[in-house]
């Protein structure tokens, strides 16, 4: 079972529930929908949060995986599977480089927990604290043809790095007429708030990337989806921006494959079909 939420200060955490919206939307029933919506607007109280938690759905899990072999899963959270596909993709690819701030040690979050000991420092190593030089070098290493895996501690730090980003990993291929690109480069990084992270622990900047014309930015919303969608980030040939919602790191939890597998980018997920429920 996976929580649905939505952003909005004008809802209690009770206003309204999913139920109540799939019962009027297969009822063709727009006006009541829509009449429930204005009520829950209109009387908002004091108790109202930024984050409204909804009634539980079911997730699709697996069920969109071609996986080799599916009856073999292990419980996972979100940092957990993180760490399951760095390791797969560094165990896969020789040529491949995990570095950045305290990355060495496993990170803030614990990411990259034991790799080091696995593939040692040769190609998991910590960076000086300068995100501008963390993303130049995996910019720089990705044109010689290497697996950058760049970690930027949190999203909140990256903005010294966003030169980098967009005006020369993003740039890189349209540049030089396709002759040349910094393909496999992967920039991680956690963003979001926790609830206690203050204004340099708690940004959501993705909206500044996801305008550039030459970079991906991904979002996981599941361990299943965060372990699938890494490995194609890591393995694609152009440079993508990798958010993870440390909100989700430890709370939501999977049985999430063992075996290596990828969840295709640029791809819509259809988690249930429905109606369209705003004019």
Do not use: W
């Amino acid at each position: 079972m996976q929580k649905v939420f939505l952003r909005n200060n004008l809802f209690s955490k009770k206003a309204l529930t999913i139920s109540n919206i799939l019962n009027n939307i297969k009822q063709g029933n727009q006006r009541t929908f829509n009449v429930i919506l204005k009520q829950n607007i209109k009387n908002f109280s004091s108790s109202a949060t930024n984050i409204m938690e909804l009634d539980e759905i079911t997730d699709i899990g697996t069920k969109n995986l071609k996986l080799k072999y599916p009856e073999k899963k292990k419980k996972m959270n979100m940092f957990q599977a993180i760490n399951n596909a760095l390791d797969i993709a560094m165990e896969k690819d020789p040529n491949s480089y995990l570095f950045g701030e305290d990355v060495k040690f496993g990170g803030v979050f614990r990411c990259s927990m034991g790799l080091n000991q696995k593939y040692g420092d040769d190609r998991v190593f910590n960076t000086p604290l300068s995100e501008q030089g963390i993303v130049a070098f995996g910019i720089g290493i990705a044109t010689l043809g290497a697996t950058a895996i760049a970690e930027i501690q949190f999203a909140d730090y990256i903005f010294p790095a966003y030169d980098q980003i967009v005006n020369e990993a993003a740039k890189y291929r349209y540049r030089s007429g396709n002759e040349f690109d910094c393909g496999k480069l992967t920039i991680r990084t956690p963003y979001g708030a926790v609830g206690h992270g203050g204004h340099y622990h708690s940004q959501s900047p993705e909206s500044l990337f996801s305008h550039v014309p030459g970079l991906l930015v991904v979002f996981p919303r599941s361990p299943i989806q965060a372990k699938g969608l890494l490995l194609s980030s890591i393995r694609r040939n152009d440079p993508v921006i990798f958010m993870e919602p440390k909100r989700l790191y430890r709370k939501a939890e999977e049985e999430v494959p063992e075996e290596d597998y990828e969840i295709e980018l640029m791809k819509g997920e259809i988690v249930e079909e429905g109606v369209i429920i705003f004019n």
